[in-house]
């Protein structure tokens, strides 16, 4: 993890609260490599909780189709693929074939109005546009 890495990936209202949103991102390890990196943001009110979008079970993608990633009841994080419900706050897998697991936890925090992924180096979009 790189504490001095701060990258804005969306505005705060641009995720209504109770809700996830998937970002595709790229994300650049130590040696200038750079590997697809998906990830889970949940808005809670005024909270921000960030995940790997991969579940534990299998290393699919939550999401069945695109932004859903949350059970019926809309509380719980849900893999569309064999239905493990994962708990919002801690990512821990309370029930599937997963149970006992959990999603990996994303730092994230909101500065300036905009949510930010924290010590994780990412590919700038603009930068990604002249290749």
Not at 47 to 67: Q, S, T
Not at 104 to 130: F, H, K, M, N, Q
């Amino acid at each position: 993890m790189r504490p001095d890495a701060i990258y804005a990936i969306c505005g705060f209202n641009d995720i209504p609260s109770r809700k996830a949103m998937g970002f595709n991102l790229i994300a650049v390890d130590d040696h200038g490599n750079h590997r697809p990196w998906s990830i889970i943001v949940v808005r809670w009110g005024k909270k921000v909780l960030g995940y790997a979008n991969k579940c534990p079970h299998n290393g699919v993608n939550l999401d069945w189709e695109r932004n859903e990633f949350l059970d019926p009841c809309g509380i719980r994080l849900m893999c569309g693929k064999h239905g493990s419900t994962f708990e919002l706050g801690t990512g821990r897998c309370v029930e599937g074939p997963c149970q006992g697991s959990a999603l990996t936890p994303i730092a994230l925090a909101v500065l300036d109005g905009d949510i930010c992924v924290l010590g994780e180096r990412l590919v700038e979009e603009d930068a990604s546009l002249d290749h």
